[in-house]
């Protein structure tokens, strides 16, 4: 599976962005994805996940201002993020894993740079 994610870009705090990471292959449907994030000097974080099945989760720091969806048919994962924080700022990387058998397949995708800044 390769994951190319884009969306990134500069915005003041309050504002908005999606993120969105395409997936190649026809195996998408069958992958749990995720999106984390990195900011500079700090180590990588997870930012929310949603399940094969549909089931998304968000960690609490993001709770009620992005929102984690993916669409199947598109082979993409998307991120939704409002009222976006200067402590967001971050490359945001897509990630996508699943069991087969014994062996946890995982990748990720290239990272996309969110600034939050006035």
């Known amino acids: 599976v390769q994951l190319q994610a884009s969306g990134g870009g500069s915005v003041q705090p309050g504002g908005s962005l999606r993120l969105s990471c395409a997936a190649s292959?026809?195996?998408?449907?069958?992958?749990?994805m995720g999106w984390y994030r990195q900011a500079l000097g700090k180590q990588r974080e997870l930012v929310a996940t949603?399940?094969?099945?549909?089931?998304?989760n968000n960690v609490d720091s993001v709770k009620g201002r992005f929102t984690i969806s993916r669409d199947n048919a598109k082979n993409t994962v998307y991120l939704q993020m409002n009222s976006l924080k200067p402590e967001d700022t971050a490359v945001y990387y897509c990630?996508?894993?699943?069991?087969?058998?014994?062996?946890?397949?995982?990748?990720w995708g290239q990272g996309t740079l969110v600034t939050v800044s006035s």
């Open positions: 949603i399940s094969s099945g549909g089931t998304p």
């Open positions: 292959g026809s195996t998408f449907r069958l992958y749990n």
């Open positions: 990630n996508a894993n699943r069991w087969v058998g014994g062996t946890r397949l995982n990748y």
